[in-house]
């Protein structure tokens, strides 16, 4: 399985590519985790990326591709969570697939209006333990601390301003992503308002009619 999860920021991306990753046993790779622990190494190219990270502004596409190439090797079965952002993006992922002679199943748009998004992000939390992420009412942190112990802990980047300047850069720039994948007869497109499962279901679906 070879797809992308498509989507705006708080559509379900994370938390749907987790669930199919426990239940496929397929890669989970997230753009944003790995610029994330980029940062926290504290190496000269994660200083670099914290400046674009905490503005939420897309890094340069040469930075981005080189950080998430290296994470294809070696995997027969992945979810792209994060990328590609652009059409740029998309190029070098399709120049990246064939070296590894590789083709991509699929694409899943996940769907919801940006008012549902804001709300989303303003409750997302997310484990320092496990980086797991969770929402204060849709789907809290466990109690138990065995299953995960926390603390959980608002993004950084989730304040309004960066949210607001991240979904416009989405619609500008990712968005148009859903054409281009259509073009290619890739595209299939997720109700992402509904409870986490029903869209796990839906996603799952799309999955069994592209692979
Ligand atoms: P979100 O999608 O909610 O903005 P992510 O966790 O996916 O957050 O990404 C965090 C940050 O990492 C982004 O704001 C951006 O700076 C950077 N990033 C992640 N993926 C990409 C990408 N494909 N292209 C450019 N920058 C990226
Ligand atoms: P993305 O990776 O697309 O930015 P996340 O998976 O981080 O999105 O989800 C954003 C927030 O919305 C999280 O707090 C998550 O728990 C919550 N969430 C995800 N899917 C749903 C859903 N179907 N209904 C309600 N809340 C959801």
Request: glycine letters at 8%; zero cysteines.
């Given at each position: 399985m070879k797809i992308i999860l498509l989507g705006p920021q708080g559509a379900g991306?994370?938390?749907?590519a987790s669930r199919l990753s426990e239940r496929t046993g397929a890669k989970h790779i997230?753009?944003?985790d790995i610029v994330r622990a980029e940062i926290k190494s504290g190496s000269d190219l994660g200083k670099k990326?914290?400046?674009y990270n905490d503005r939420g502004d897309l890094v340069?596409?040469?930075?981005?591709v080189e950080m998430f190439k290296p994470h294809l090797d070696g995997a027969d079965s992945w979810i792209l969570d994060g990328f590609p952002r652009n059409e740029s993006q998309a190029k070098a992922l399709e120049e990246a697939l064939e070296?590894?002679?590789?083709?991509?199943?699929g694409v899943i748009a996940l769907e919801a209006s940006d008012q549902e998004l804001v709300e989303r992000l303003s409750g997302r939390r997310q484990s320092e333990a496990t980086g797991k992420t969770y929402h204060?009412?849709?789907?809290?942190?466990?109690?138990?601390?065995d299953r995960d112990p926390g603390p959980f802990v608002q993004r950084k980047d989730d304040t309004e301003e960066s949210i607001k300047n991240r979904l416009n850069i989405y619609h500008k720039q990712t968005e148009p992503l859903k054409d281009y994948y259509a073009e290619r007869d890739l595209l299939t497109t997720v109700d992402a308002t509904?409870?986490?499962e029903s869209v796990t279901k839906d996603v799952l679906a799309a999955v069994g009619e592209k692979v």
């Open positions: 991306k994370g938390t749907q997230a753009t944003g990326v914290q400046e340069p596409d040469e930075i981005i070296e590894l002679g590789l083709e991509l199943d204060i009412q849709h789907d809290p942190p466990p109690e138990d601390s509904q409870a986490i």
